[in-house]
């Protein structure tokens, strides 16, 4: 079974046949046609417009670009700092502990108590940053 039919076959054929002579010329710009592969493809086009018997066009294929050496830079990986799992440690339930270990814990246990200026820092604090005094009555 033939992929293309007749009217294809006749279409390319004058395409190629004007590209030869310089008569053919690019639908979209109207430059001439220098490629072979670009006469081709205009043939089946026509011969698809007129309805003849060719197979669906083609995806575009993407280009690859041209590679400049010189400027290519090579991308720098970033790579993301891993932590590391937390480690369990099996920890007693405070249900547990024994009475005396309790009272000792509650023994060690820092209080926060209001630390008291010396005379002499208080002394010190006042000639450096007089007080505001209200006005008396």
């Known amino acids: 079974m033939a992929t293309y039919g007749k009217k294809a076959s006749e279409k390319v054929e004058k395409a190629m046949h004007e590209r030869k002579s310089g008569e053919l010329k ?3 710009s109207g430059k001439t046609v220098k490629s072979r ?5 205009i ?5 698809r417009r007129e309805g003849g018997k060719v197979p669906a ?11 400049k ?3 290519k830079k ?15 440690v099996a920890r007693k339930s405070p249900a547990k502990k024994t009475a005396a270990k309790k009272t000792a814990a509650k023994k060690a246990a820092p209080r926060k108590t209001a630390a008291k200026k010396s ?3 208080k002394a010190a604090s006042a000639k450096s940053s007089p ?5 008396s009555k």
């Open 43 to 47: 043939g089946l086009s026509q011969a």
């Open 57 to 67: 066009k083609k995806s575009a294929a993407k280009k690859a670009p041209a590679k």
């Open 37 to 41: 592969k670009q006469a081709i493809a």
């Open 26 to 28: 690019s639908g979209g």
């Open 119 to 121: 005379p002499a820092k």
């Open 131 to 135: 007080r505001k005094r209200s006005p």
């Open 69 to 71: 050496t010189a400027a």
């Open 74 to 88: 090579t991308p720098t990986k970033k790579t993301a700092a891993k932590k590391a799992p937390a480690k369990k």
